[in-house]
């Protein structure tokens, strides 16, 4: 058995028309014999876990599962190996740089936190 890292896009619906479209990309593991069956253990999963609920405005909100949109193969696992990457692209070089260092303390400051 193989391990892959597999992205679930989940598209976030409120009831209410209008306004702007979410979308959830989930990273998850899967373990499988081959990439295609990976494809479809990640697609079972996507399609378990979709939901319909009700937000802080009491709107009717419907987590619906869109499809898998990549399959990659993780050959080993060692520590500080990458398994994925992206690239943004901003005219907001500094707010960018900004939220991801705030991001860093939320991090550190719950871990701390503990100690």
Known sequence: ??????KLIFSI???EQGNKAQFDEQLRLVQSSNEAD????AKQIGKSIQS?????EKENVQWRFVDVSE????????D???VYSTTHE???KE?????????GIAIQSRHLSFC
């Open 1 to 6: 058995m193989n391990w892959y890292l597999s």
């Open 13 to 15: 619906e409120p009831a």
């Open 38 to 41: 990976a494809y479809f253990k």
């Open 52 to 56: 319909e609920f009700e937000n802080e």
């Open 71 to 78: 399959v990659i193969e993780i050959k080993e696992i060692k």
């Open 80 to 82: 500080g190996m990458e």
């Open 90 to 92: 901003t005219y907001e």
């Open 95 to 103: 707010n960018f740089i900004n939220s991801v260092l705030q991001k």
